[in-house]
């Protein structure tokens, strides 16, 4: 039986790092989502406050399995 997998896009933040915010989309998402397979980067910003930079924002498509009956 072939496979289906669904594919999402999510944001995760982090005070100290891009690889930290998508790392918290990931483990956040896996809370409620299951089988998760890829995630894939789509674009990273920064949240600047006064010439200084207060938080990172990543991106990323996030694939799971989608459970077949």
Known sequence: MASVYKIIELVGTSKKSWEQAA????????????DLRIAEVTKMDMQIEKGKVK???????VSF?????
């Open 65 to 69: 399995k989608v459970k077949q009956m």
């Open 55 to 61: 938080g990172f924002r990543t991106r990323i498509s």
């Open 23 to 34: 790392a918290n989309a990931v483990e956040t998402s896996g809370k409620t989502l299951k």
